[in-house]
């Protein structure tokens, strides 16, 4: 029988990434929407890390399938590690993205190449039915561009700039995104764990 995994995210961006980074497993990812979990979830947590657990934790109360849960962020270098684990709600949870990225550019205003590094960040925690949780990171490097660009990802990619490809993020097809993401990165280390116990 395949097993279920419920993925305690409401993000719409990252379940897209998600189901295309674990589609070679054979699991079933649901939603907490299509598993029919509704909860809300504080994240209260320091670190990306601990947030991560919250997630899981939280929605393992509503369900005995494997809980797997994201929680991510940018941490700019000049702003000292802004927006961080307030990715989310950093200028308003309901700020549309091409403002906060306008904002971020404009904080960024006049600062040269080596002071505009950034980073994402993926922690991802699992929740397994005996009660065991296990948690990965993952990271991925770039720069703060000076303007947004690409239609691709979601959030703050169209100002992460990658040297290496001299493409922002949302210029990336999604392929090559969850190849070399935070998250693509964080998952594929959680899959190698969940291989060795389902
Ligand atoms: P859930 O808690 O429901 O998973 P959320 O959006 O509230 O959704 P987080 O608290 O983990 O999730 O916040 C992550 C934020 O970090 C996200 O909303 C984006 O602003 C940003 N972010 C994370 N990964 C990103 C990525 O791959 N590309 C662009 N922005 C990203």
Do not use: W
């Not at 100002?159 to 090559?176: C, V, W």
Request: charged share 30%; net charge negative.
């Amino acid at each position: 029988m395949t097993k279920r995994i419920v993925f305690a995210t409401e993000n719409a961006g990252k379940i897209r990434e998600i189901k295309a980074i674990l589609a070679d497993m054979d699991v079933e990812v649901l939603t907490m929407k299509e598993a029919g979990i509704a909860v809300d979830i504080e994240e209260n947590g320091k670190t990306f890390t601990e947030n991560a657990i919250i997630k899981v934790k939280t929605v393992a109360e509503y369900t005995d399938a494997i809980v797997l849960g994201d929680d991510s962020g940018l941490e700019i270098d000049y702003l000292n590690g802004e927006p961080g684990v307030y990715s989310a709600r950093y200028m308003g949870h309901d700020t549309p993205y091409e403002i906060k990225n306008q904002k971020l550019i404009e904080k960024l205003a006049g600062v040269p190449d080596d002071k505009r590094t950034a980073r994402f960040v993926c922690a991802i925690a699992a929740a397994m039915p005996d009660g065991e949780v296990l948690t990965t990171t993952g990271i991925m490097e770039g720069i703060i561009g000076y303007e947004s660009r690409g239609e691709g990802g979601f959030g703050y990619d169209p100002i992460f700039f990658l040297p290496e490809y001299g493409k922002s993020s949302a210029e990336l097809t999604a392929e090559q995104k969850n190849e070399v993401s935070h998250r693509g990165k964080a998952l594929r280390a959680m899959q190698v764990e969940l291989l060795k116990r389902i």
